[in-house]
């Protein structure tokens, strides 16, 4: 059964073949989420997605796109999330402590220590990314996330979001030139992120 035809099922009162929908597109979602949301926000997020296309079913108007309708959705929840985030400024950066890391030292041998210095640098580097996310605007961060993911093309993240070609790409220079300058003055002031 195709999406169409699940959607038009459902449209037409069986609604258990929404099951079917949900079923094919719950892993893709949860992917999806996972890469604009902290991990513990995904299953809510996910399921207010799946529950906003049940009762908004009947405004899709190619249901042969229900998948991109429902990223659309679910990457507006996201938005949203960042926006409640922004709006208490709570932006943080989580590099573990210092005496955490010498007791891991003191313990370890050389490959191993090896290992964890590379992954201490891969988790600094994503939190220094995540610290960098949060000084952007709830849509320009989503939007960025979709482009460097190298999940989207810029007409697919116009579609998803409901926005214009150029909008996306005013949105992407925007995040990159706002990212630069926080990177800047952050040099300027004799630190690091």
Request: charged residues 35%; without cysteine.
């Amino acid at each position: 059964m195709s999406d169409a035809q699940a959607v038009r099922q459902v449209l037409d009162g069986q609604t258990e073949a929404f099951a079917v929908l949900v079923r094919r597109h719950q892993d893709y979602l949860f992917g999806l989420l996972r890469r604009h949301l902290p991990v513990s926000e995904v299953p809510e997020a996910a399921q207010d997605a799946f529950v906003k296309a049940f009762e908004k079913l009947s405004q899709l108007r190619e249901p042969d796109s229900f998948r991109a309708w429902l990223s659309s959705m679910a990457l507006r929840r996201a938005i949203r999330y960042w926006r409640d985030v922004s709006s208490r400024r709570e932006v943080s950066m989580d590099l573990g402590g210092d005496g955490e890391q010498d007791w891991l030292e003191a313990f370890m041998g050389d490959d191993a220590r090896q290992r964890h210095d590379d992954f201490m640098r891969k988790r600094e580097a994503s939190s220094v990314v995540t610290w960098l996310l949060g000084h952007l605007k709830p849509d320009d961060r989503v939007a960025i996330g979709l482009y460097y993911a190298k999940e989207h093309e810029v007409a697919e993240i116009a579609t998803m979001l409901g926005w214009s070609v150029e909008k996306v790409k005013v949105r992407l220079h925007r995040a990159r030139k706002k990212m630069a300058e926080i990177m800047r003055d952050e040099a300027g002031k004799g630190r690091q992120p």
